[in-house]
């Protein structure tokens, strides 16, 4: 189950390189999203009912709101379920604080769906643009040929330092998930918007 954990592997391997770039690509992301929420809220939406999972994980109760109670003990057994280490669970924990109220837009105190979805959104589209920044060596925005290789070598690694059967059954899964966040039909490239797909694609996988 900890097979998610290589998403976050960076974390693992350079804490400091990743709480600065990670912090930034936040920041890049909400100052898009506050200068274009047109765009990004069709960006949000288009990704279907990937979100459900992590909705049904994070809101205990079935009400229309993940309570920032809720929010808080999601947050703390989904690091857990995932593996992360301390470090990571902080940096995250920051960003819940520093963003709460950026996501929580009617000031209720709680999340509702769609602020659900556009905080998650926000979320793996910095985890997409920090990856972009570690493997994308020529700088034109996607992952392909050695770039993507040198990416899934890590996912690999990291999953086997966790303890990960990698079995048939599970990386046939992962490549579909791959597979299904491809939206130029072409599986040997990475957008920012497929690798973030494809994280929603496996956190939906693992808790459905």
Known sequence: MKVAAAIVALAQASPAWLVENWWQAAQEVYAWASANPEDFRNAAVSMGNRYDALWNFCNADGSDEVSGAEFTACAAAA??????????????????????????????????????????AAFVGTNAKVLLKAYDSNDDGILSGQEL????????????KFGVDLTPEKVQAMQAAWADAQTDGDASTGTLFELAKFQLNVFNGLLA
Do not use: C, P
Request: glycine residues 14%; without cysteine; negative net charge.
């Open 149 to 160: 290789s040198d990416w899934r070598a890590m996912f690999e690694t990291r999953a086997d």
């Open 79 to 120: 690091a857990n379920h995932f593996g992360m280490q301390e470090g990571t669970k902080q940096y995250l924990y920051d960003f819940g604080v520093k963003y709460w109220d950026v996501i929580d837009r009617d000031g209720s105190g709680g999340f509702s769906e769609n602020e659900f979805k556009g905080g998650i």
